[in-house]
């Protein structure tokens, strides 16, 4: 079927003055005054729908159009007049409709505004509203920008591998894969799980980040970037973890930590810069209704510098304010969601980077500091989210690394061609990772990550 749609015809609206269009959508609402009926009609194609109009004495099939329930979907022919002086820039006269798929009166969405923990229900249908119409558009025009930011500064996207063999972030937060006999698997001589009758023949679980294998590209590449799914087991219930997840994790050499929050903060501000541009419809709804400090922090943020903290003098400000936590505050203790939110909300009124974290909260694979306690990690914290990035300067030293791996309780004889990476050609490096779901949750000021998945995988909750 050859179609018109609704973007083109509003981004070009004087070109389609009086001109008949085709128009393949799905009512949101329908009014019938008697001579005259007006059809919200949306086509998914851009936030807003089009009106149209529909008179008695020139469409024959008017009284059963009128009798259309709202979620119907719809074939409108008609012509485009443009009203300049009404709420609405046009209007479609409709010439002929006709019914594509029927809808009942007991469709969920009737138009009235539902909460978001009942549409988190109906997921299947959540995207006809303009809440989810306005995130996925966000969500997809978002990893749009990210992919230009990278590919116009020379970076190659590789993909990194979803089943993997190692645990990059050594927090044992994997989540299995086999075909073993669950009930009954294969045991070794001591009555362990005999992994080596797996499917691969070792032990498999779903990546938790692609940076291991990241580095190795950018040791060749120079600098690159991944961005794929990602998979954590945490038993954690809150507004910001799932348990599938999309992370984009640059990796660039012959650089350090200042290089790498630079190369972060830059993509920060491009990624809200292109969404502000080509999502301006989206960001005026969500302001208006999600959070009406959107539109002047996403500004603010376009054209600020970033703040920078170390994790020493972050842990003396907040002991400093004399405020009562949840959890206590301690150098040592890592930061959590609260602290983090303190930090970026109350104290610096903005994005910060914290930097210089204690060896022993942070990864085996961060480079150890002169001072022998603190690493060259970078966590970037914003306000309403807390960490949506975090990185580090890479140890390329390889007797370093070793001592590290062996501090964190790792066999170096499962990441051995990690550590030959430092054997031939190291060179210092450094990298991030950026939780896609949190730059989103950023992006449209949605506060809980359920809202921002299509179908949020969460510990107890996996529908669809
Ligand atoms: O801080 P994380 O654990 O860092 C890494 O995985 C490094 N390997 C990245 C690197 O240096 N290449 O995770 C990076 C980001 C976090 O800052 C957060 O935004 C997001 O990933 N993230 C999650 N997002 C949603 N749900 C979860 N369960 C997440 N865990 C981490
Ligand atoms: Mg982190």
């Known amino acids: 079927m050859k179609r018109d749609f609704i973007r083109d015809i509003l981004e070009n609206s004087r070109q389609y003055e009086n001109r008949e269009v085709v128009l393949g959508g799905w009512i949101r609402s329908l009014r019938d005054s008697k001579a005259f009926a007006f059809m919200d009609l949306s086509d998914g194609s851009s936030f807003t729908g089009v009106q149209v109009v529909l008179e008695r004495s020139r469409l024959p099939e008017y009284d059963s159009v009128v009798r259309y329930q709202v979620g119907?979907?719809?074939v409108v022919r008609g012509v485009v007049l443009l009203t300049p002086d009404a709420k609405q820039p046009l209007e479609i006269h409709a010439a002929a409709v006709e019914l594509e798929g029927s809808s009942t009166p007991d469709y969920p969405l009737q138009k009235k505004r539902h909460t978001v923990e009942f549409?988190?229900?109906?997921?299947?249908?959540?995207?006809?509203?303009?809440?989810?119409?306005a995130v996925f558009r966000v969500r997809s025009e978002t990893?749009?920008?990210?992919?230009?930011?990278?590919?116009?500064?020379g970076f190659v996207y590789v993909h990194t591998p979803i089943i993997t063999a190692s645990d990059c972030e050594g927090a044992g937060e994997t989540f299995r894969i086999t075909t073993l006999d669950?009930?009954?698997?294969?045991r070794t001589a001591e009555e362990k799980v005999d992994w080596s009758r797996d499917f691969f023949g070792i032990g498999a679980n779903l990546t938790v980040s692609g940076q291991l294998e990241g580095e190795t590209f950018a040791?060749?590449?120079?600098?690159?970037?991944?961005?794929?799914?990602?998979?954590?087991?945490?038993?954690?219930n809150t507004a910001r973890h799932a348990a599938e997840f999309w992370m984009i994790e640059p990796e660039?050499?012959?650089?350090?930590?200042?290089?790498?929050?630079?190369?972060?903060?830059?993509m920060v501000q491009y990624i809200v810069r292109h969404v502000l541009q080509q999502c301006a419809a989206e960001i005026a709804f969500l302001n208006q209704f999600v959070d009406q400090t959107l539109l002047c922090r996403l500004e603010a943020l376009s054209s600020s510098a970033c703040q920078q903290v170390t994790y020493t003098d972050a842990v003396a400000l907040l002991e400093g304010r004399g405020h009562t936590f949840q959890?206590?505050?301690?150098?040592?203790?890592?930061?959590?969601?609260e602290h983090e939110r303190y930090l970026t909300e109350e104290v610096f009124h903005g994005p910060v980077f914290v930097t210089d974290y204690p060896k022993e909260i942070k990864s085996f694979?961060?480079?150890?500091?002169?001072?022998?306690?603190?690493?060259?990690?970078?966590?970037?914290l914003v306000p309403g989210v807390g960490e949506i990035i975090g990185g580090s300067q890479r140890e390329e030293r390889l007797d370093v690394l070793r001592f590290r791996m062996q501090e964190c309780g790792l066999d170096e004889a499962d990441y051995a061609w990690y550590v030959n990476l430092r054997r031939w050609g190291s060179t210092r490096h450094a990298g991030f990772g950026l939780g896609f779901e949190r730059m989103v949750m950023y992006l449209t000021g949605v506060s809980n990550i359920r809202d921002v998945i299509p179908y949020p995988r969460t510990a107890g909750s996996a529908p669809y």
């Open 182 to 186: 669950v009930e009954n698997p294969p």
């Open 327 to 337: 959890y206590p505050v301690a150098w040592g203790r890592d930061l959590q969601t």
């Open 143 to 153: 990893a749009y920008a990210i992919h230009q930011f990278f590919h116009d500064r």
């Open 219 to 236: 040791q060749a590449f120079g600098k690159i970037y991944t961005f794929g799914p990602t998979f954590r087991a945490e038993n954690s």
């Open 365 to 380: 694979y961060m480079r150890m500091n002169a001072d022998q306690k603190t690493v060259a990690a970078m966590d970037l």
């Open 252 to 266: 660039i050499a012959f650089a350090d930590l200042s290089d790498d929050m630079a190369l972060a903060w830059d």
């Open 72 to 74: 119907a979907a719809v």
């Open 119 to 133: 549409l988190r229900q109906i997921a299947y249908l959540r995207p006809r509203t303009n809440l989810f119409s």
